[in-house]
């Protein structure tokens, strides 16, 4: 019987080492990754959230002056002059120097029993209302959005 561990078995041991520690280190970068994707996502749906916050002040401003007047389908930027949130079409640049968000309306239609539908009468009073945020993570390109109905119940 051999006494001591020969050249391959102190080779194999050494190997079967490596490939644990590059497995935990693969696990733990893995896992570092994910945590910071979704505190990203995280971030990115709170700033959706004061988007959509800005356009629901802007309603309660004045319906007539600040939500009726916009048009359907196209991308504006909420931004905050003083107290007071404003909806531009130009874009400020990124919010905390990573997000670009955007809010979009679009033009709800009511059928006869005064239900949403698809087509119908436009209801001049109701939008709907799409708050997009996107950011580059890792070279991709990562969005959120958020939706919800927006009326004129203050009739202002």
Do not use: C
Request: without cysteine; aromatic residues 10%; glycine residues 6%.
């Amino acid at each position: 019987m051999k006494k001591g561990f020969g050249l391959i078995e102190i080779i194999v041991a050494i190997a079967i080492a490596s490939m644990v520690f590059f497995s935990i280190y693969e696990l733990i970068a893995a896992a570092t990754r994910l945590i910071s994707d979704n505190a990203k996502k995280t971030e990115a749906v709170f700033v959706a959230e004061e988007g959509l916050e800005a356009v629901l002040s802007i309603r309660n401003n004045g319906w007539s002056a600040g939500i009726a007047p916009l048009a359907a389908e196209t991308a504006y930027y909420p931004t905050l002059e003083g107290s007071t949130w404003t909806l531009s079409a130009t874009n400020p640049g990124p919010v905390q120097s990573v997000f670009t968000r955007t809010v979009t309306f679009h033009t709800v239609y009511r059928d006869a029993n005064d239900d949403i539908s698809a087509n119908g009468t436009a209801d001049l009073n109701t939008r709907r209302v799409t708050v997009r945020v996107t950011w580059n993570q890792r070279g991709q390109i990562r969005s959120v959005e958020l939706e919800t109905y927006l009326t004129n119940f203050l009739d202002n």
